[in-house]
């Protein structure tokens, strides 16, 4: 490879989240901390020199948006997805989850409908409870590992439904939609005159053999009924520049979202927003196909390992992601006693899966995008734990 992930960055000391919040939230700091979604990657070093050429200025005043920020979206989009966009069609975000909660507030008003499909990445959730909406839950089915849309409650689920926060490709699941699963959606939701926002911020992510579709670019039914929000900071790991963006192909719908973060003054980036995403697209190609080799020989790695020493804790394969579901439910634990286990006694920060609904209850999300001697010790430390337990 050209580029080294087996580095093992100190993150202590550059108020990392990861590490930071071990105390507060666990009440130690002796945690191998493997849950927020962010990589233990040094980003790449040509959005490094990109940062370091800004800073050489000095000043670090308003910015305006480049031409070649939209360029190199539209540019990354055409080449990976087939996506024919063009920059009117782009609106700067402060993030994808501020997104969603901003297309609640957009589109919808107090006391309205909102479908979600847990078990999904909570902020979907939050959107919406936070914003006085009404919450719909749509559960998702696990079968043979992998997760799946029952259709026919979901046609019934979303009747009445202003809105659709949909996870494309799915957190923490890790599925990556089928194009005719995504037409399927589509057609659903126009008939129901249901407003889909499809997060895809994992898409870069998705792994060989499976291919990640563009949401909007399925149908027309998508097409027009539609608002993509992406960003380049899970694949290059730049989430603390707070630089996202939403493409939507419908006139009406973006003079109406760009109408509100006008209204809510939301549009104006930090200095660094739009060059991290011009040089990630415009160089990012051989950096991300080699993190992901890496990061799927990770995967691999865990799911050998858990069927050898530990298998009643099993991997849901991710299709895209470095994000991987544990179904631990063979432990037959409830889910403070799951908790426990894997914080007290296996000395690891997770992700617990209840945060992502009722069916995440028995499962835990670890984070592999880390170099592979940590992983090593993070599954150590579960076999441990697991045999002082005598499962």
């Given at each position: 490879m050209k580029y080294d992930f087996n580095e093992i960055v100190d993150r202590?000391?550059?108020?990392?989240?990861?590490v930071e919040a071990l105390l507060p939230r666990w009440g130690r700091e002796d945690l191998l901390p493997m849950w927020v979604a962010d990589m233990d990657f040094k980003a790449p070093p040509f959005v490094v020199e990109s940062v370091k050429k800004r800073l050489d200025n000095g000043i670090f005043g308003y910015t305006s948006i480049p031409k070649e920020w939209y360029n190199s979206i539209i540019n990354w989009h055409d080449k990976r997805n087939q996506w024919n966009i063009n920059e009117y069609m782009i609106t700067f975000l402060p993030g994808v989850v501020p997104g969603l909660s901003v297309a609640v507030q957009c589109f919808t008003n107090p006391g309205d409908k909102v479908l979600i499909m847990p078990p999904v990445y909570y902020p979907f959730r939050l959107a919406v409870e936070n914003n006085g909406r009404e919450l719909v839950n749509s559960p998702l089915e696990l079968k043979n590992g992998e997760y799946h849309i029952n259709f026919e409650k979901f046609e019934q689920d979303i009747k009445g439904c202003k809105l659709f926060l949909f996870c494309n490709p799915h957190n923490p699941g890790g599925k990556v939609w089928?194009?005719?699963?995504?037409?399927?959606?589509?057609?659903i939701c126009k008939e129901n005159g249901t407003l889909v926002i499809s997060d895809e911020i994992h898409s870069d992510l998705t792994f060989a053999p499976h291919k990640?579709?563009?949401?909007?670019?399925?149908?027309?039914?998508?097409?027009?009924?539609?608002?993509?929000?992406?960003?380049?900071?899970?694949?290059?790991?730049?989430?603390?520049?707070?630089?996202?963006?939403?493409?939507?192909?419908?006139?009406?719908?973006?003079?109406?979202?760009?109408?509100f973060l006008e209204e809510k003054m939301l549009g104006d980036p930090n200095v660094f927003a739009y060059i991290t995403t011009i040089s990630a697209y415009k160089n990012g190609e051989e950096w991300l196909k080699e993190v992901k080799d890496y990061i799927f020989s990770n995967i691999q790695f865990l799911?050998?390992?858990?069927?050898?020493?530990?298998?009643?804790?099993?991997?849901?394969?991710?299709?895209a992601s470095y994000l991987v579901f544990l179904d631990c439910r063979e432990l037959n634990l409830t889910q403070p006693e799951l908790v426990d286990f894997f914080v007290?006694?296996?000395?690891?920060?997770?992700?617990?899966?209840?945060?992502?609904?009722?069916?995440?209850?028995?499962?835990m999300r670890i984070n592999l995008a880390t170099p592979r001697k940590i992983v090593e010790q993070a599954l150590q430390q579960i076999k441990e734990a697991y045999n002082q337990q005598g499962f």
């Open positions: 202590k000391g550059s108020d990392a989240l990861k089928t194009k005719d699963e995504l037409i399927k959606i589509a057609k990640h579709h563009v949401f909007s670019n399925t149908c027309p039914e998508a097409k027009e009924n539609n608002i993509t929000l992406n960003a380049p900071s899970k694949a290059f790991n730049l989430a603390g520049y707070c630089s996202a963006y939403a493409i939507t192909e419908n006139t009406d719908l973006r003079k109406k979202l760009n109408k799911d050998e390992y858990l069927k050898e020493h530990t298998p009643k804790i099993k991997a849901i394969i991710p299709q007290d006694k296996a000395h690891l920060a997770l992700n617990d899966g209840a945060s992502y609904g009722e069916s995440g209850k028995g499962f």
